[in-house]
């Protein structure tokens, strides 16, 4: 019987296979087979073409008055969009911020440039109903505050909570200024 030798110096490499081939192949036309049907799913999940035209809206704001809210249909949610008066910028601009369940300088609420617009998210963060314009009181009918009949928060002419169950101030949602008469939410 012989034996090998022990000095004897083989380098045994795998031998690439028929086999090993067919299963890399076969992996291979899987997971293009998977990911085309997994394909309809994943883009079933992006948004409708409705819901995309809804995403952003513009408003011509030449028409509105100073003094004067107008509401808005963004998302399916109402949007007032208030052209303020001198005295309602300088009235709300005189609140102290302790003053204020929520505290938020009307700076911070509008535009820098375009202080006499207010635009803001017509739903009361409390329970989610549409406060009245020009109500309440903090700018009652003739500067222009607003009154959730609901459950009774107070909303002043810069749409911060002042008095009543909400938590927070309305919400100002994404805008910007396409011109100095015209405005894109969202």
């Known amino acids: 019987m012989?034996?090998?030798?022990k000095n004897t110096t083989?380098?045994?490499?795998?031998?690439?296979?028929r086999r090993d081939f067919m299963v890399l192949a076969g992996s291979a036309l899987a997971g293009v087979g998977a990911a085309s049907v997994a394909w309809p799913f994943v883009s079933s999940m992006n948004p409708a073409a409705d819901v995309l035209a809804l995403s952003s809206i513009e408003v011509d704001l030449a028409p509105i008055q100073p003094g004067q809210t107008i509401k808005v249909k963004w998302r399916g949610v109402p949007v007032f969009i208030r052209h303020r008066t001198p005295d309602n910028i300088k009235e709300a601009r005189n609140v102290p911020l302790s003053d204020l369940p929520d505290p938020q300088a009307d700076e911070d609420r509008v535009?820098?440039?375009?202080?006499?617009?207010?635009?803001?998210?017509?739903?009361?963060?409390?329970?989610?109903?549409?406060?009245?314009?020009?109500?309440?009181?903090?700018?009652?009918?003739?500067?222009?505050?607003?009154?959730?009949?609901?459950?009774?928060?107070?909303?002043?002419?810069?749409?911060?909570?002042?008095?009543?169950?909400?938590?927070?101030?309305l919400v100002v949602p994404q805008y910007a200024f396409l011109s100095d008469n015209r405005v894109k939410i969202g």
């Open 2 to 5: 012989s034996h090998p030798s």
């Open 10 to 17: 083989s380098s045994i490499q795998p031998e690439t296979t």
């Open 111 to 169: 535009q820098k440039g375009h202080e006499q617009w207010l635009i803001m998210v017509g739903v009361c963060t409390h329970l989610g109903c549409i406060p009245l314009s020009g109500a309440g009181d903090y700018g009652g009918a003739e500067h222009g505050g607003w009154f959730c009949p609901c459950h009774g928060s107070h909303y002043d002419t810069a749409g911060r909570i002042r008095k009543g169950p909400a938590p927070k101030n």
